[in-house]
């Protein structure tokens, strides 16, 4: 029986009443726990710190929005994590696998972005400064910047330039060429311990990254056309399918949903980087373009939000590794951080979408002012 603040949120109107609908038409299919790992310009602005006083009361979670959220994350199929933090206001962190490891993806986009700027921040780097792109640099699937080195030979790109690609389009070997520009993974991962954002992993890079998580060995051929699409259906089933396996169970470059809200809260707040960087990355994840129907197509009229996208290989009838991560801004400045990380499902596209909607809709309703 649904509390009376859960009764409020099925009077909120007829477009949350479809999703509900659409969702509890999934089959579920939760497998077994796996082992758990260790806007606009004035909506992103800078909250001021809020000093607690002594013995301030906790803060809980609603109820009604933890019960809602707990109901259809058991309808949906597949592995799926779910982490909603209020960072404003009273912080209280709710979800349902919040703590398990889940393959990050375009999310590790994220994590590259604010090591780079951490750099800029110390000196280490300009954001004018130039970073040459050649053929051998290309990597694998979505990248955008690919015709133009193809084109030229080589390219001349700032930075800033690349920051904007790898985020706003999630630009694969934009990624990667900053990520060679800040030192490599081992640099991305010395941030990640030194800010303490805890069980949050980083991988090799999208070329091994991805030819791993097909059962191949990376040559630099994969990157032109169509050529890792073709050696990736001459692996055979059981190969690929082993690597899949084994990447999903331990995965290299796995979060836990509670470690991502929890980065970005500190991004929000101003606790990661300088307050320009803040504002600048802040404001580059509010130009994202990929996933406008994931979380981002349930937030209200009147709230703003920023965030990165994830998505991962697909080997049917299992998709993998796709993610949304955001931070939503109620119209008083009150901020949510939201991750919903999908390891692997066997949900249509448009059923991921739905219950994406469902979660950033759902916590705008519970929203107190």
């Not at 949906?76 to 912080?91: K, L, N, Y």
């Not at 980065?263 to 300088?274: F, Y």
């Not at 580059?284 to 709230?303: D, F, Q, Y």
């Not at 949510?336 to 066997?346: D, H, K, N, P």
């Amino acid at each position: 029986m649904f509390s009376k603040t859960t009764k409020r949120v099925h009077k909120a109107g007829q477009t949350g009443l479809a999703s509900l609908a659409l969702l509890s038409v999934l089959s579920g299919c939760v497998s077994a726990p796996v082992r758990r790992g260790p806007t606009p310009p004035a909506a992103i602005a800078l909250a001021p710190a809020v000093v607690a006083p002594a013995r301030l009361a906790i803060v809980r979670p609603p109820a009604g929005l933890e019960n809602l959220i707990q109901d259809q994350w058991r309808l949906f199929p597949g592995r799926t994590g779910v982490a909603i933090m209020r960072v404003d206001g009273g912080e209280w962190v709710l979800g349902r696998r919040m703590d398990e490891l889940f393959p990050q993806q375009s999310v590790s986009k994220t994590w590259v972005a604010l090591t780079v700027l951490d750099m800029v921040d110390q000196g280490k780097l300009r954001l004018d400064q130039k970073v040459r792109i050649t053929r051998d640099d290309l990597a694998v699937f979505h990248q955008p910047i690919r015709d133009q080195v193809i084109a030229n030979g080589s390219i001349e790109v700032s930075v800033l330039n690349l920051l904007e690609t790898s985020i706003r389009a999630s630009d694969n070997t934009a990624n990667d060429s900053l990520l060679r520009t800040v030192g490599g993974p081992q640099a991305v991962k010395s941030f990640i311990a030194r800010k303490n954002l805890g069980a949050i992993r980083f991988g090799p890079g999208e070329r091994a990254l991805q030819s791993g998580i097909a059962g191949l060995d990376w040559k630099q051929e994969y990157a032109i056309g169509r050529r890792f699409y073709a050696a990736r259906d001459a692996v055979p089933l059981a190969t690929r399918k082993g690597a899949l396996d084994r990447y999903l169970n331990d995965p290299i470059d796995g979060a836990s949903p509670q470690a991502i809200v929890r980065a970005l809260a500190k991004l929000a707040k101003g606790e990661l980087l300088s307050a320009s960087s803040t504002r600048l990355m802040l404001d580059i994840m509010s130009r994202t373009s990929s996933g406008p129907n994931r979380l981002k197509a349930g937030v209200p009229a009147g709230w703003s939000f920023l965030h990165k996208t994830g998505t991962g290989q697909v080997l049917p009838p299992v998709s993998t590794g796709y993610n949304d991560i955001g931070i939503m801004t109620a119209p008083d400045g009150t901020r949510y951080a939201i991750a919903v990380m999908m390891g692997s499902t066997t949900a249509s596209i448009p059923q991921r979408m739905t219950f994406m909607q469902f979660v950033s809709r759902t916590v705008a309703s519970y929203h107190q002012n």
